[in-house]
């Protein structure tokens, strides 16, 4: 799949962010896109193993407990 190393498309991406310009004609570079699918992956990431974390806790909402559980296997994939 091209352009899709960090797991997102660039277009999606892409259209991600433009959601939020205010400024329609804003461009963004591809390195920019790059990075923000790096960090998008890595919320995603976050995300699923507070989920795990809590449903292993019996617990029905993530809060900052389980994400600071689940922080140190993130800086571990990296």
């Known amino acids: 799949m091209e352009g899709a190393s960090s797991g997102f498309r660039k277009e999606l991406v892409s259209r991600l962010l433009h959601l939020h310009f ?3 004609k804003t461009k963004v570079s591809g390195d920019a896109l790059q990075l923000m699918g790096e960090l998008l992956k890595i919320f995603v990431m976050a995300a699923v193993r507070g989920v795990r974390q ?3 806790e019996d617990v029905t909402i993530v809060d900052l ?3 600071e559980k ?3 296997q993130l800086l571990l994939d990296f």
């Open 22 to 24: 205010r400024d329609g």
């Open 54 to 56: 809590a449903q292993a």
């Open 65 to 67: 407990d389980q994400l």
């Open 70 to 72: 689940v922080l140190p």
